[in-house]
């Protein structure tokens, strides 16, 4: 079955650095592209960062210059290596998959940014 196990999340200080990494099992993963969405209570999931099956990647503004998608189509895993983090970097993060209109999620991630 499918499978986005992320891992990585935690506690960070702020200016520090963290990365996440995303497990992914169960499609044709190079097929899809991968992204990062994150979510704080009360909001609606925003996308974070993206990357395409080419190597193509997106960011959200909040986060250019700060946060660094990759992947690799060998091992099936996605990361996200954030750095500079801000409090307002606090959030459950989540791996997606998509193609067209099929979409996976993980299960979230808690990355709290706090001194």
């Known amino acids: 079955q499918v499978q986005l196990v992320e891992s990585g999340g935690g506690l960070a200080q702020p200016g520090g650095p963290l990365r996440l990494s995303c497990a992914a099992s169960?499609?044709?993963?190079?097929?899809?592209?991968m992204s990062w969405y994150r979510q704080t209570p009360g909001k609606q999931r925003e996308l974070v960062a993206g990357?395409?099956?080419?190597?193509?990647?997106t960011y959200a503004d909040s986060v250019k210059g700060r946060f660094t998608i990759s992947r690799n189509n060998i091992e099936n895993t996605v990361s996200l290596q954030m750095n500079s983090l801000k409090p307002d970097d606090t959030a459950v993060y989540y791996c997606?998959?998509?193609?067209?209109?099929?979409?996976?999620w993980g299960q979230g991630t808690q990355v709290i940014v706090s001194s």
């Open positions: 997606n998959a998509k193609l067209i209109r099929t979409e996976y």
């Open positions: 169960g499609f044709t993963f190079s097929r899809y592209t």
């Open positions: 990357i395409r099956s080419g190597g193509t990647t």
